[in-house]
């Protein structure tokens, strides 16, 4: 019984590692092509995914990204929408979306 339950701890702490390790975190800021002021609100997520955030007062966000994934796709009312790769640390410019 105690090699059973050895067993199970050794498998249970392997499964977290798996499961730690199958996310990569990504941070960044986005600010505005207009006047280089932080874009307050912007959404930041998964291309394909439901997993996304949003910007905070100072532009900045913060992710876990699945492993697998490759684009961000950021966008925000009033701006074009950017896609940029998946990397630790990103730094996006939007421009204003300007339809006469």
Do not use: H, W
């Amino acid at each position: 019984m105690k090699r059973l339950t050895n067993l199970f701890l050794c498998m249970s702490a392997a499964s977290v590692a798996v499961v730690t390790a199958q996310t990569t975190k990504v941070t960044g800021t986005v600010v505005s092509a207009d006047d280089d002021s932080p874009v307050i609100g912007a959404s930041v997520v998964v291309a394909g995914t439901t997993t996304g955030t949003v910007t905070d007062y100072n532009g900045a966000f913060t992710l876990d990204v699945p492993s697998n994934a490759k684009t961000l796709i950021i966008s925000y009312i009033g701006m074009e929408s950017v896609q940029v790769p998946v990397k630790p640390i990103i730094s996006v410019v939007m421009k204003s979306d300007s339809q006469d």
